[in-house]
């Protein structure tokens, strides 16, 4: 049961509340394509996908001493990897961009399966060990 006092307060702010600015807004990685690449232009035209990346969406993860060495090595890269795009981004004036290496996949999600229902037995026999 929850109490509701006249004190209370909403976990999430309400639509329409003004967010705090980040020091990273308006820094995005954008996705697309180098077209028009020429001897005059070597650089050509990049044509940038609809969405980009917020870097302000973008946190580094804590790494913990009990976690899996081959999982916290890849956490470590991936916050250095966030911090180094951060500090770069803060380099960029207005309106500049700059090409990075990063690799871009085409990934679609693992659709959930269907939970496997545990037999009268399984479930008697859990409950056996949970609970006596």
Request: glycine content about 6%; cysteine-free; hydrophobic content about 35%.
């Amino acid at each position: 049961m929850s109490v509701i006092s006249k004190t209370s307060r909403p976990s999430t702010p309400a639509a329409g509340t003004p967010r705090t600015p980040k020091e990273h807004d308006g820094i995005w990685l954008n996705l697309g394509l180098i077209t028009d690449v020429t001897e005059e232009n070597p650089d050509g035209k990049f044509v940038r996908l609809p969405r980009g990346v917020a870097l302000s969406d973008l946190d580094v993860r804590p790494v913990y001493p009990t976690m899996d060495p081959d999982f916290a090595t890849e956490l470590t890269l991936m916050n250095q990897v966030i911090t180094q795009l951060k500090d770069k981004g803060l380099t960029l004036a207005e309106g500049e961009s700059v090409s990075i290496g990063l690799e871009v996949q085409l990934y679609r999600r693992q659709e959930e399966q269907e939970a496997v229902v545990p037999s009268k037995d399984e479930a008697a026999a859990v409950a056996n060990v949970l609970f006596g």
